[in-house]
């Protein structure tokens, strides 16, 4: 995850920001924004205890100039993943001291069968196998919740969630 910040930020001359310095900080991670209440709930466990206040919703943007006239406005920090497109005037950093990592998850209907989809799944558990998708890296940060799932390598077709749903997640920086 990466916050992006006005160029003429306290923080925007750093090369990744540790989580401790948005302290005292108010981010805009999503707030009131009807699809990404994820998002904004990850947000709020990553910032709980440190000190970083949510920002409250704001209209939402579309497009890179309605984007940079709410940033120019509010000047406030923005929650975003690491690989954010680059923006005229903001810097983007990633977050360090923990680094949060955003679990991605693979839901499909149980019972659910296609050559392609299960082709898919077999994909995903091998490459999550191989190249350890479900190690969490040193110094990385994820919620109770989710490091507990990770720890138990639920990556199968055993794997049973709401509604009669299946899953397999990963780490996503």
Known sequence: MAVVLPEDHRLAALEAVPLAELAGETVYAGAGNPRTPEWTGLARQLFEGRG?????????????????????????PVLAVVGFPALPSMVSRPLVDPVPLSPVSLVWRKG???PAFDALRRAAARLAAEEGWLDKPAGGWVPAEDDVR????????????????????????
């Open 52 to 76: 970083i206040e949510i920002a409250p919703p704001a209209p939402l943007a579309v497009g890179e100039e309605e984007f940079q006239r709410i940033m120019a406005r509010t000047r406030n």
């Open 112 to 114: 659910l069968t296609h």
């Open 150 to 173: 990770m720890a138990s390598r639920e990556c199968h077709d055993s794997v049973r969630g709401p509604h009669g749903t299946s899953a397999c997640a990963t780490f996503n920086a």
